[in-house]
């Protein structure tokens, strides 16, 4: 099984943290971290999302790459759950959410701690592609594309 984590392209500042739009920057720069991706192959079946702005404009950005449903979840603003890993686990499924979660959630599927989220580091508009099961510690990272290796191309 294949699962994409993406944390959010960079976003405007401001006070409130649920309608941060994508910065004029962030957009350029996570469309042609899209453009790359494409020329990789990666794509998605599914496209879960947090409900912020910028994770919903990102996501946006990503419909290039999908064939298949893309959704909201309240559940990727919030720490790792079981019943995050219950929505993930599908295979194709590309989730953009937030930090600490995003690296909380990683080091859950790949060290079986979330609470070691600290060991990876996820820039805005990384991307982390893992195989395996969709569970604690089920899982290997395979590919993990800082944004600037991403916008190379």
Request: net charge positive; aromatic share 6%.
């Amino acid at each position: 099984m294949q699962l994409t984590l993406i944390r959010h392209a960079i976003a405007e500042d401001g006070d409130d943290d649920f309608a941060r739009p994508l910065t004029d920057e962030g957009w350029k720069r996570f469309s042609k971290s899209v453009m790359t991706m494409r020329k990789l192959d990666v794509s998605f079946t599914r496209l879960v999302h947090s409900p912020k702005l910028r994770a919903v404009e990102t996501a946006k950005l990503l419909t290039q790459l999908l064939d298949g449903a893309f959704e909201s979840t309240e559940l990727l603003m919030k720490p790792p759950s079981k019943a995050l890993l219950s929505l993930l686990a599908h295979d194709g499924t590309a989730a953009v959410g937030h930090e600490p979660h995003l690296t909380s959630l990683l080091a859950w599927l790949v060290l079986g701690d979330a609470q070691q989220g600290k060991r990876f580091e996820l820039k805005k508009g990384a991307v982390a592609r893992l195989e395996g099961q969709v569970e604690p510690g089920g899982m290997q990272l395979v590919a993990l594309w800082t944004p600037r290796l991403l916008r190379l191309r």
